[in-house]
Nanobody
Framework: QLQLVESGGGLVQPGGSLRLSCVVSGFTLDYYAIGWFRQAPGKEREGVSCISSSGGVTQYADSVKGRFTISRDNAKNPVYLQMNSLKPEDTAVYYC??????????????????WGQGTQVTVSS
């Protein structure tokens, strides 16, 4: 059974850092992209970042460019989202998702077929 499990969320002060992890299990194909999305209370889900199967293609939302870094090693699993210089507006539930369609990646929710349960990130003093 396919599962995506996020971890690493928590409470951090503004300017701090967190590293989120997404572990995929039960997926039999070799090529898939992973995306990170977030949803704050009362707001729509927002695409944050994505990484292709090879790791050679990454995309970031303008709101996180220069602060967040997505990565995966040669084993493809887990996928990490390093979040630095966190701001209160980064507070949200963060979800990872899997796109089984090919080799690139796009930060658009409709491309992703499988989703994790989410991990809460709270940035507050």
């Amino acid at each position: 059974q396919l599962q995506l499990v996020e971890s690493g969320g928590g409470l951090v002060q503004p300017g701090g850092s967190l590293r989120l992890s997404c572990v995929v299990s039960g997926f039999t194909l070799d090529y898939y992209a992973i995306g990170w999305f977030r949803q704050a209370p009362g707001k729509e889900r927002e695409g944050v970042s994505c990484i292709s199967s090879s790791g050679g293609v990454t995309q970031y939302a303008d709101s996180v460019k220069g602060r967040f870094t997505i990565s995966r090693d040669n084993a493809k699993n887990p996928v990490y989202l390093q979040m630095n210089s966190l701001k209160p507006e980064d507070t949200a539930v963060y979800y990872c998702a899997l796109d089984p369609s090919g080799y690139g990646c796009i930060v658009t929710a409709v491309a992703y077929s499988y989703w994790g349960q989410g991990t809460q990130v709270t940035v507050s003093s």
